[in-house]
């Protein structure tokens, strides 16, 4: 039973790091429903496991992104603060909240996810060769203060934040886009820690399954950044799409108190 | 025109890079350990106490090579605050020198509140 559970997490980890770096959506968001749903972990742990592996799609790739200059540094640590905040107050908040709430508004999410994946345009993240365009940060408060939501929401349910930050920095902040993205990249590690320190410490990060899953995650966000290049953006999208349709689906089935899949590993 | 922090990018860019390999690292001994126990059931209990670390990590057990990586993850974005903030402070950014440091304030406040 051991050899397929951590060679199914490695691969589970490789198939999420590989969609955040073709994507940049798919850490938490696949995670959190498959520990939950597939491996019947507590909702809770399960988010704990999971900002885990946010902190190492966040580090692994932010190295690259930081050194070749696509993310703003400064914006990204004054927004930090907010998420910093907001992180902590979710993790906080989450203990309070039971898991059928918890599960709903995971589905709630899921969908948001899917929706906003459909309505990206083609090829927006993918060429990361050329110079950022200059630009001037505007809107702090209105920044400062999503960002406060976006990390609430990130140490609630485990996830990045990603779908939230982007659109901020890049429709509301004047941020062109793959800066914005390579910038709230970059936030999601402090944001995860500033959360995970307490799911850690309530017991909600199990070793045995959060390392081969962050390991995977380390492999696929290597082998993603590398396949960007070659592989037709529209069909990940779409199958990523499918996947989160279908996952939402589980999780708001569950919220309400249905059972319809059967548990694999349990 | 926005410029870029010199120093800090590559400081912060180095924690980040070798925060990343050195967890991984210790995340892949302890899972290919892990996958040698094939004759006990995996542990899904909570993480040791911090205290047993150092004398499991010394008997190679995989739970304890795994939790270091899983902590080693876990401190990269708190070191990477505190090379910005020094690294700030060094080319006399005092605002964001204190950014940095109002960050990591509050990480340290969330490690204290979750003692």
Request: proline share 5%.
């Amino acid at each position: 039973m051991l050899t397929p559970v951590v060679l199914l997490l490695v691969a589970l980890g490789v198939l999420a790091g590989t969609f955040g770096a073709l994507v940049g959506l798919g850490g938490g968001v696949i995670i959190v429903p498959v520990l939950s749903l597939l491996l019947d972990l507590p909702i809770k742990t399960a988010v704990g496991i999971s900002l885990v592996c946010v902190i190492a799609t966040s580090s692994g790739a932010a190295a690259v992104y930081v050194q070749r200059r696509w993310t703003d540094l400064r914006l990204g640590m004054v927004l930090e603060l907010a998420t910093a905040l907001g992180a902590i107050t979710g993790a906080l908040v989450v203990t309070l909240l039971p898991d059928s709430f918890l599960k709903g508004m995971f589905g709630a999410f899921l969908l948001y996810a899917a929706v906003a994946l459909l309505r990206q345009r083609q090829g927006e993240m993918v060429e990361v060769t050329a110079e950022p365009p200059d630009y001037q940060v505007r809107n702090h408060p209105l920044g400062l203060g999503v960002s406060y939501v976006a990390g609430s929401v990130s140490g609630m349910l485990g996830i990045g934040g990603g779908p939230i930050k982007v659109p901020l920095m890049h429709l509301f902040m004047g941020v062109p886009l793959k800066v914005a993205a390579a910038t709230s990249n970059f936030m999601m590690g402090v944001t995860a820690a500033a959360s995970a320190f307490l799911y850690y410490n309530r017991g909600d990060v199990i070793v045995a399954v959060a390392a081969p899953l962050a390991v995977g995650v380390f492999a696929g966000a290597l082998l993603g950044s590398h396949l960007t290049r070659r592989i037709h953006s529209r069909w990940i999208r779409w199958l990523l799409t499918l996947v989160l349709f279908y996952l939402a689906a589980l999780m708001l089935a569950e919220a309400f108190g249905f059972t319809l899949h059967g548990r694999a590993l349990s | 025109m926005r410029t870029t922090p010199q120093r800090a990018t590559a400081w912060v860019a180095a924690t980040l890079k070798w925060g990343s390999y050195l967890s991984a690292a210790l995340m892949l001994v302890g899972a290919v350990l892990l996958l040698g126990e094939t004759d006990r059931p995996i542990q899904v209990g909570p993480p040791m106490p911090l205290r047993l670390l150092p004398g499991e990590l010394l008997d190679a057990s995989p739970y304890a090579v795994m939790q270091a990586g899983v902590l080693l993850l876990l401190l990269t974005p708190v070191v990477r605050l505190v090379m910005a903030a020094i690294s700030f402070w060094l080319e006399r950014e005092r605002r964001y020198t204190l950014v940095s440091l109002g960050v990591l304030a509050i990480i340290l406040v969330s490690v204290f509140l979750s003692r």
